[in-house]
């Protein structure tokens, strides 16, 4: 019998199973909040066995090619923007932001706009002084999300005409609407500026 | 109505969190905000939701815990409003994500959003759906999803295209739901519409074969004339990206094109055309078109042959590699490394760009460029590939050496034409980089050097040399210590000088100088200075005139804190004082190792693993069968003091001496049980003169002829780990016959091991409520299973009822648990309960054992929970 939580799964027997679901029921109606840990403990009653790998980028039940994360950070490191298309638990989130902007900060700007993270790979390019890093596969067209990146950039800039840092932080709220609009489930969802912008300036109307 | 207009508060917390000059100071704002979000959400306050919301999220993104905020953002999807909506959904999918069980109860209202009059709610739930969900929410919602991939605004229709993927992503049965709608949706002339349609169809040909039928069948001729209109499309300035159309709705394009071409001849001869016209054609002065023109390459790669096609597309990448700018020198690299399977030949035409590459100063394209020459190096091209690559690896950064070493090292082992190419590539790395050469490299290196007979001398004075110019490399420094102990008399004579060599003269008190600037550095680690111990025996009598110099060198280590050193210390020197007889035999020179072991070894990426031996034949840790009887010459010839030893023993020694991990199991099971006094001889020589002998040593042979298993994967780790040797110095049971040589250094009551546990046992954990023990047994011929009998001993006066213990263990093992003999512990540890567990470790030998338990039981009507993780398992489980 396999169980599936939320990208987990385990093998376990029937009865686990039954005796799992109780447990979830009532952690929902109690408002618990456990960590996977403590449901593995919970569910060794008879046997467990961990399908998926590990590894908290690779998304095991997910195939295919997709954006993983997007980041915009200024070059202290201060999280600007933080998009995450696979579920992680938030102190991962945190390390991955360290992490990503220790690669970025410090390349020559000669390098190449790519760099090997974990088990995939970051696209970065700069903007004065903020960094938009993507997480892709490894195998994936960097060249394309290099456009891509500069694609959402024009976008920001043509919005809040001459974007800037301040811009940012102060309508956080909007550019992820703003994303969600040229993003979606960590694939390209449009590519045209004047439609994204149409279409903000619609949901404007609306507030 | 609107919270983010100027003067409310939530620009206002914002400020007021960046005007803060420290950490503590923003700590404290956010403090006092979520204190107030939280009375504000305890008083139930409709009017401040969204902006309460949204000041979470701002918190959030500076990374402070905001999960009292959850079940808010439920209830702003819940309200009719679009503003409030649109807080709630943001929230959602930055608060939470889709393993969080609130979740579940958020699929009824997407439902009802879903199936919203107003599209821009419809747009709202879609895009929180593509974002976090769960396989749950796909099995409910694909209903809706599909819908609304028909629905009249193409807006919805593009994000219920991406939601459909992510649907099929975490349920691939869905797929065949969606096959048809996803279809139309490449008839398109909405250019957003027709890029996620063209993702879709993607994705549903990855999951699902009958999709991948029907799109070969009834799509790739419109794919084709898609591709062709946007490639020749006139100016078109909403979707222009430096002069080309579109570039996006190319590259997914050429990505559905290839999905579709790959195995499908027929299919793969229909685009030919196109992809020859984009390939040729397409602009390459801007990034745009090089991401086009890669993604083509790639399609043109993995389609099914076209010979004319593959030309363009290396030729193609070779523009790229010469390219200045980076980024196209990257994807290049990347690319070459898939043509390399296509056209070996047109690759290795670049290979000198290539090599150029790995010298880059940027990390990114040294690291692809190193795995590419990797791939490049043939019989042919190694000689000049492993020169350029050891030359640049004196000039490489430090970080990027433990790479290039660990290549450089393959290569060498890999193609080496000769032994003497071998031996001379490997100094050279040595003294670059010993530092960053790993275990089984060193230790291939001395078996290749000691089956080069006519070598020997050659390769003692090249180390000689290096030696004196880089003493700072640890490995360079083993092998050579190594080397001088062995060969000593060699350097000192001058012996098999080849013609190339330069004349060098070396005396014995050079010779010992070496060892003892090895045995004395710093830097030096157990490992090293333990070789050096017994290189010091070995020229003590190759050098007769060195002797006493020698003899003061090992007395200094009398006082070593490692008790090996120590030991060792105190028996060489009552060898080399009072043994004379026997000294010149015992240091003789080692025979010729057996090669086909580690050629077997490093050949067999897997761990070394099962190597009982019950049957005549012996299976080597590598599984390489070795003859029964083996070709080894007696090291220790004991004639002349002892009784015969079987010379398998010999190797053993050998082995161990190295630290490579031949198990004791591949001795002849049947001599020790007849044998007994000889293999006693033998095995206490052993003892002293190996630096480590598994855990487990030959002795307990002796005392219970059944217990033939040993780990084999102890002696490799216990070369490193001072744990592992003392616990082999602590079983000298057997040394009783030859307690003469020790000198009295035997404890006075020999340790009876006998069909003892060979793991001792842990404490698995203490409370002060209760105590759990592990016993821990191996199954003869299975190392990776462990057998587990947990004790569980209440210490507390109450006796507990409905106990329940509960393991957990990471993936690379198995656990398997047996009930419990009981459910009930009585008080003050008047009894236990046993339970037995199974663990079988799939990493064996890499890996130990590590476990999280819990223990839930009732004491005095109280339930009680107990939780605690144990990493103390011993080494080798």
Known sequence: ?207 | MNPFSSGTRLRDMIRAIRACKTAAEERAVVRKECAAIRSSINENDHDYRHRNIAKLMFIHMLGYPTHFGQMECLKLIASAEFPEKRIGYLGLMLLLDERQEVLMLVTNSLKQDLNHANQYIVGLALCALGNICSAEMARDLAPEVERLLQFRDPNTRKKAALCAIRIIKKVPDLAENFINPAAALLKEKHHGVLITGVQLCTDLCKVSAEALEYCRKKCTGGLVRTLKDVANSPYAPEYDIAGITDPFLHIRLLRLLRVLGQGDADVSDLMNDILAQVATKTETNKNAGNAILYECVETIMSIEDNGGLRVLAINILGRFLSNRDNNIRYVALNMLMKAITVDTQAVQRHRATIVECVKDSDASIRKRALELVYLLVNESNVKPLTKELIEYLERSDQEFKGDLTAKICSIIAKFSPEKIWYIDQMLKVLSEAGNFVKDEVWHALIVVISNASDLHGYTVRALYRAFQTSAEQETLVRVAVWCIGEYGDLLVKNVGVLDIEDPITVTESDAVDVVEVAIKHHTSDLTTKAMSLIALLKLSSRFPSSSERIQDIIIQNRGSLVLELQQRSIEFNSVIEKHHNIRSALVERMPVLDEATFIGRRAGSTPATVSTSNGPSLNLPNGVTKPPAAPLVDLLDLSSDDAPAPSSSGADFLQDLLGVDLSPASKQPGISGTNQAPRTGTDVLLDLLSIETPPASPITDILSSSQVYKSPHASLEGLSSPSALSTRAATPAGAAPMMDLLDGFVPNSPISEDNGPVYPSIVAFESSSLRIMFNFSKARGNPQTTSIQATFTNLSPNVYTDFIFQAAVPKFLQLHLDPASSNTLPAGGNGSITQNLRVINSQHGKKSLVMRMRIAYKSNDEDILEEGQVSNFPRGL
Not at chain 1, 48 to 61: A, D, G, K, V
Not at chain 1, 105 to 118: A, C, L, Q
């Open chain 1, 1 to 207: 019998m396999r169980i599936e939580l939320g990208h987990r799964s385990f093998v376990c027997h029937a009865h686990a199973l039954d005796f799992a679901r109780n447990l979830f029921a009532s952690c929902i109606v109690q408002r618990l909040e456990l960590n996977w840990k403590t449901k593995l403990c919970l569910f060794s009653s008879i046997e467990i066995h961990l399908i998926p790998s590990c590894s908290l980028l690779n998304f095991p039940l997910i195939i295919g090619r997709m954006i993983r994360f997007i980041l915009l950070q200024n070059r202290q490191g201060k999280t600007r923007l933080a998009k995450y298309y696979v579920p992680l638990e938030d102190s991962e989130k945190h390390k991955v932001e360290y992490e990503v902007h220790r690669l970025v900060v410090n390349r020559d700007p000669k390098f190449t706009n790519f760099v090997e993270f974990r088990t995939h790979k970051v696209i970065y390019r700069r903007y004065a002084g903020l960094f938009f890093s993507l997480c892709v596969d490894i195998t994936d067209n960097e060249l394309a999300y290099l456009e891509c990146i500069h694609l959402f950039v024009e976008i920001l800039d043509h919005f809040f005409s001459n974007v800037c840092e301040l811009d940012l932080v102060f309508n956080f709220h909007k550019v992820y609407l703003i994303l969600d609009e040229f993003i979606l489930a960590g694939e390209l969802q449009e590519t045209s500026k004047k439609a994204i912008i149409e279409r903000m300036g619609e949901l404007e109307k609306l507030e």
